[in-house]
């Protein structure tokens, strides 16, 4: 079958698609045949090796596992004997290591059963940013019915999620983007929205209860200033401040920063979790989630698509569509 590998750390250029031997279900576990699958900021993270601190567990001088990709949808192909929940022939999505392939074997509690409105490329867009959404705002966030809410970074994978979450959940919601996606940050539910490149929300004088910050583009002194006295500000992502420390610089100045104030100011970072699946899923089939899809790639464009995620101006989600050219 043909996967994505990569033997050393570095930019794109070190993914090769090549012919590997296909892999096979274990006890407690699906083969899943990959039709779509979708580009994280934590993809990049693993292919570079950066910040190095993720080397001590990816491999100090080369990368452990080869393979690349977690987001997944696709049919189950054959299960392991332990396996109860899923049957050849059921369509899925979840979270599977070494997503970039053509089959992959994941645990049977890493996924769900797809959403039957959804096609491939929108269930595969779904888990990671998904999940750093919903655990951002209930589960760190405490987000209340009829509170202001703020989306920094609105337009992206984890922000046109965490948008339509927070309106799920009553809030009042303003997103911050950049011009061309002011319209499709409002079509997907903010109340307001905030043009980044003609106001700075943060000399608004519009105070929050919530801010769930996945742009990294503020210091943490000035995203307070917008904060109210007892409010929660959830860091989800953030400006790469070298190659030793990277975004976990932010979270060094937030845990230190937390003990003397009163606001709760709280780096995350997302886990995969059946449960929170079920969750996603629910919400994908009443309508109250639909995910945004900004551009498509074949598995073999897999580093193209990896570097216009880095670019930093995807709207939605980057997802790889997988197709299948011989039988199995």
């Known amino acids: 079958m043909r996967a994505i590998v990569y033997n ?32 994280n900021p934590l993809d990049w993270h ?32 054959t299960v392991g004997r332990n396996v109860t929940q899923f049957r ?88 911050v983007c950049s011009t061309r996606n002011v319209e499709m940050v409002r079509s997907i539910g903010a109340d307001h929205v905030i043009d980044y490149t003609r106001g700075d929300f943060i000399r608004s004088g519009q105070l929050y209860g919530l801010i769930l910050d996945s742009a990294g583009n503020h210091s943490l002194s000035d995203l307070r200033r917008v904060l109210t006295p007892e409010g929660t500000l959830v860091l989800v992502g953030g400006p790469d401040k070298g190659h030793w420390l990277g975004p976990l610089a932010d979270v060094l100045e937030a845990v230190v920063l937390s003990r003397f104030v009163s606001q709760k100011i709280l780096p995350f970072l997302a886990h995969s979790s059946k449960d929170d699946l ?32 880095e670019e930093g101006h995807a709207r939605g989600k980057v997802v790889i569509a997988v197709e ?5």
């Open 8 to 39: 050393s750390y570095g930019s794109p250029d070190v993914l090769q698609c090549q012919e590997v031997e296909k892999p096979t279900a274990g006890d407690d576990q699906v083969l899943v045949k990959v039709r779509a699958a979708s580009v």
């Open 324 to 328: 299948h050219d011989s039988p199995a």
């Open 88 to 175: 050849p022939g059921d369509e899925v999505f979840g979270v599977a290591r070494g997503a970039f392939a053509e089959y992959v074997s994941a645990s049977e509690t890493k996924l769900a059963l797809k959403p039957a409105n959804l096609s491939f490329e929108q269930a595969a867009s779904v888990p990671i940013a998904a999940f750093t959404a919903l655990q951002g705002l209930r589960d760190k966030g405490r987000i209340q019915s009829g509170q202001k809410v703020l989306i920094n970074g609105a337009a992206g994978g984890v922000g046109t999620f965490a948008v339509q979450i927070a309106k799920a959940f009553g809030a009042e919601v303003t997103g």
């Open 278 to 309: 079920i969750v996603m899923k629910e919400l994908l089939e009443t309508g109250k989630v639909t995910p945004v899809i900004d551009r498509s790639y074949s598995l073999r464009d897999v580093p193209e698509a990896i570097r216009y995620l």
């Open 46 to 77: 693993y292919m570079r090796g950066t910040p190095y601190l993720v080397r001590m567990g990816t491999g100090l001088r080369r990368p452990k596992d080869a393979r690349l990709g977690v987001d997944v949808a696709g049919q189950v192909e």
